[in-house]
């Protein structure tokens, strides 16, 4: 097992790595990351629609949904929320600020094209009639609750989010096999499913699959208050503060491993 300084120090390898990968390769990657992200997301709708309680839903979900890093992180891509952790090469001056902004656009608009491409087969190829559309209300409910959410809200749960994101990554890299990288991730991905915090790159799949599944209107009278179920919702009152969460969360543990392990050391 790796120490947490040893971590760090590997972190700088990876970090550097992932700055300088050619924009083609990136935000192929990043596609295939948002569209595993999405893939657990709907894994764990699946699972929770089908609970007795809200309760057990929530839980089965919280299980269910560490798929997503576990494809991220093993079969490789490039996560938005993960990637915050370039900070740490950044500060240690080994990867440029101009490398880090180019790298967190890109990967973020890639997370986003493969969250909507997942949305949309999910709602189209009509897996949404499970349960007897319980499936259907369920996603739609859950993005229009996300959506009503308040600016400062939706930001604190984004900075919790990804500080457990970011954990996540980092307690990965401290196992030297698959099983070790697995078992380590589960956790603090659980811990964040079942408290409800916010994932930017969840989002960009769970409410596109809610917008998209308003549209039929079979599906639409299953589900209760949508008012604040709009695209302009999705994108001012939910995806913006949330991707400011994810950021400050992920820098603040990049900066704190960073300033533990590698300040004096630079």
């Not at 929530?58 to 915050?84: D, I, K, Q």
């Not at 559309?133 to 739609?140: F, K, T």
């Not at 980092?170 to 811990?191: H, N, R, Y």
């Amino acid at each position: 097992m790796n120490t947490p300084g040893e971590i760090a120090k590997n972190y700088l390898a990876v970090g550097k790595a992932k700055a300088q990968l050619p924009l083609g390769k990136m935000f192929l990657l990043a596609v295939l990351a948002g569209a595993y992200i999405a893939l657990a997301g709907l894994g764990a709708s699946v699972a929770s629609a089908g609970a007795e309680s809200a309760g057990a839903g929530r839980l089965l979900s919280a299980c269910v949904f560490p798929a997503g890093l576990t494809m991220v992180l093993l079969a490789g891509s490039e996560l938005f929320t993960g990637n915050c952790l370039i900070l740490i090469p950044v500060l240690h001056r080994e990867v440029s600020p101009a490398a880090f902004v180019r790298n967190l656009v890109v990967v973020y608009l890639g997370n986003t094209l493969g969250g909507i491409l997942v949305a949309a087969g999910a709602v189209y190829s009509r897996i949404f009639d499970l349960f007897g559309g319980g499936m259907a209300a369920g996603a739609i409910s859950t993005a229009a609750a996300k959506c009503a959410l308040p600016f400062g809200i939706a930001f604190l749960r984004g900075i919790f989010c990804n500080l457990l994101v970011c954990l996540a990554v980092w307690m990965a890299m401290a196992a030297k096999d698959a099983a070790g990288k697995v078992a380590a991730l589960f956790f603090p991905i659980f811990l964040f499913v079942l408290c409800g915090f916010e994932h930017c790159v969840a989002n960009l799949y769970y409410i596109p699959a809610g917008l998209l599944a308003l549209g039929d209107p079979a599906w639409a009278a299953l589900a209760g208050d949508v008012s604040a179920l709009t695209w302009g919702n999705f994108l001012f009152g939910n995806l913006l503060p949330v991707t400011l969460g994810n950021l400050l969360g992920g820098m603040i543990l990049a900066w704190a491993y960073w300033a533990v392990y590698l300040k004096e050391k630079k």
